[in-house]
């Protein structure tokens, strides 16, 4: 099974494709991770574009089974609020469009799935994830480990249904 993680965001956007065999007791295996950057120099509409553009490659390329998404969270800002909105709802619409089955996710659902404690730090976070995974101790974007993050999540939710 493939996970295509994201941490959704219009300026930074987490990417991650992991795979893991059925009955397999190895680690989940990163096929593809980055932090996906547009220009705040575009108009917002084509950083949408650019995004949804990204994500369609993405999928024709590694053909996950399931998206794996982070809910939105609570700020002050709420412009930015709507914003991320709307690169999820670009998000969920090209995964629709590819088929593939959906799975949202909160910060703390993601917390406690990687760490075990819903209030874990950024810091145990990242550390929790790349010993959770083989991966290049070179990926240091928040986002990218984020989206790792967010498709594992993703693996112990369908593993604890099955």
């Not at 941490?7 to 956007?13: S, T």
């Not at 982070?70 to 969920?92: H, P, S």
């Amino acid at each position: 099974m493939r996970i295509l993680g994201i941490d959704p965001g219009f300026e930074r956007l987490g990417i991650a494709v992991l795979e893991k065999s059925v009955g397999s007791k190895n680690k989940e295996k990163v096929l593809f991770s980055e932090c996906f950057k547009t220009s705040a120099k575009l108009p917002f509409e084509e950083r949408l574009h650019i995004l949804g553009k990204e994500v369609k490659k993405i999928i024709k390329k590694y053909k996950p089974d399931v998206l794996s998404i982070e809910t939105l969270f609570l700020t002050t800002n709420q412009k930015t609020v709507m914003r991320v909105a709307e690169v999820r709802g670009v998000v969920i619409y090209e995964t629709m469009c590819a088929g593939l089955k959906i799975f949202e996710a909160s910060p703390p659902q993601i917390k406690i799935a990687t760490t075990g404690y819903g209030k874990a730090s950024k810091e145990q976070m990242i550390k929790m994830v790349k010993m959770l995974v083989d991966i290049d101790n070179a990926k240091k974007s928040d986002d990218e480990l984020d989206a790792i993050a967010i498709a594992l999540t993703a693996f112990a939710h369908i593993r604890n249904i099955e």
